[in-house]
């Protein structure tokens, strides 16, 4: 059984089908944090696998099953249960999907220099955090290493293919506004995440890896949003927040985590998975 560790995420390869296993290690700017979130593992499996049913009527996905009756003996145990996913091999595609629905993060920075986020041309005026016209599509590169890049939709062609390109464009932005809408009525902004796609043995395009968690989208509480400033969120910003008030110069190690921002980064998950699944 060979295993892949990530910065959250091992991937055990079974033979024919992978076994996912979310972490409760947590990262920042490229490092892993010293310190665990417990739970959090088991909290961004429950979400990212409901909205892989909420969109199934989009796109298929990879999930195969969620019960660990249903994978080798070595996973049947407490700390499996929750945070494993029995899912499909798949020759993922070269490229990180992400959609943009609010001008925030780097975007917003372009912005502010070029009037541009990605190389495409937005209209005058928009404020931080202003939800946009329309949802963007901002390929990135995988980086074997670093920082992903950000592309052109011409280089992601160039890389994939104009049909699939499409395809894929066409999927992630049916997927992000399906899911933006539920969000929205459930008190909670998708301000913009990212996406990865797979082809399965048939050519089949397939949502695969994680979709829609804290861990790689930005969740906005609706009650508190205000245009023109930084949002209070659901996500690792509080995390990313108190790294950068203590002085840390993002390389690693790490400084070690107090006990109340690790509580504060669970309570956040946790309550983003409750108003979302009720």
């Given amino acids: 059984m060979l295993k892949t560790s990530g910065k959250v995420r091992d991937v055990y390869d079974i033979g024919e089908q992978l076994v996912i296993v979310v972490s409760d290690r947590i990262s920042a700017y490229d490092s892993i944090m010293p310190n665990e979130i417990p739970g959090k593992g088991v909290i961004l499996t429950q979400m990212s696998n409901f909205w892989l049913d909420l969109t199934s009527d989009i796109i298929p996905n990879h999930l195969i ?25 798949l020759k993922m595609l070269p490229v990180e999907c992400i959609v943009r629905g609010y001008i925030t993060g780097s975007g917003w920075s372009d912005y502010k220099k070029t009037g ?64 933006a809408d539920y969000a ?34 930005r969740f906005w509480d609706l009650s508190k949003y205000k245009v023109a400033q930084g949002q209070d ?20 190690p790490a400084p070690n985590l107090p006990q109340d921002v690790i509580d504060t980064t669970k309570a956040k998950y946790q309550e983003a998975l409750d108003l979302l699944t009720n």
């Fill in 65 to 89: 099953s969620t019960d660990i009756k249903d994978m080798p003996s070595d996973f049947q145990t407490d700390y499996f249960k929750g945070r494993s996913c029995l899912v499909k091999k």
């Fill in 184 to 217: 929205l009525n459930k008190g909670i902004i998708i301000a913009d995440t990212k996406f990865e796609f797979g082809l399965d043995e048939n050519g089949t395009l397939v949502l695969a890896d994680e979709v829609l968690t804290p861990d790689s989208s």
């Fill in 233 to 252: 969120s659901y996500d690792k910003q509080y995390l990313r927040d108190w790294l950068v008030a203590s002085g840390w110069d993002k390389n690693p």
């Fill in 116 to 179: 541009m986020v990605c190389g495409i041309k937005l209209p005058e005026g928009l404020q931080e955090s202003q939800k946009l016209p329309e949802p963007l599509f901002t390929p990135s590169s995988k980086a074997e290493e670093g920082h992903d890049e950000n592309i052109t939709f011409d280089q992601m062609c160039q890389l994939i293919g104009n049909d699939m390109a499409e395809r894929v464009k066409k999927a992630s932005l049916d997927v992000y506004k399906k899911c």
